[in-house]
């Protein structure tokens, strides 16, 4: 089974930018979609964006073109890229694994997002 570790969360003023980092260990990262969700105050927990395991993306209306998600099958990493960011952003972000082959679901324990000047 998959373990997930995020990182590159923290503070940023409106307009500014944050790499998120998502490193895979315990299973072969090739066979999983990789998303990034993110769960607001009183909100329920939302797809930002996810890629396959050949890179096809799919993003959430309220990131294209501001966010840009990746992933390194070499180094068992994925990664959100967000620029442009806005208080509205501001939530806890969570890697997420899906595995191709069973559909078994992982989780990250997330990391904090804050937009505010």
């Known amino acids: 089974q998959v373990q997930l570790v995020e990182s590159g969360g923290g503070l940023v003023q409106p307009a500014g930018s944050l790499r998120l980092s998502c490193a895979a260990s315990?299973?072969?990262?090739?066979?999983?979609?990789m998303g990034w969700y993110r769960q607001a105050p009183g909100k329920q927990r939302e797809l930002v964006a996810s890629i396959t395991n050949s890179g096809m993306t799919n993003y959430a209306d309220s990131v294209k073109g501001r966010f840009t998600i990746s992933r390194d099958n070499a180094k068992n990493t994925a990664y959100l890229q967000m620029n442009n960011l806005k208080p509205e952003d501001t939530a806890v972000y969570y890697c997420?694994?899906?595995?191709?082959?069973?559909?078994?679901?992982?989780w990250g324990l997330g990391t904090q997002v804050t937009v505010s000047s």
């Open positions: 315990g299973s072969s990262f090739i066979v999983y979609v």
């Open positions: 997420h694994a899906t595995n191709v082959l069973t559909r078994r679901d992982t």
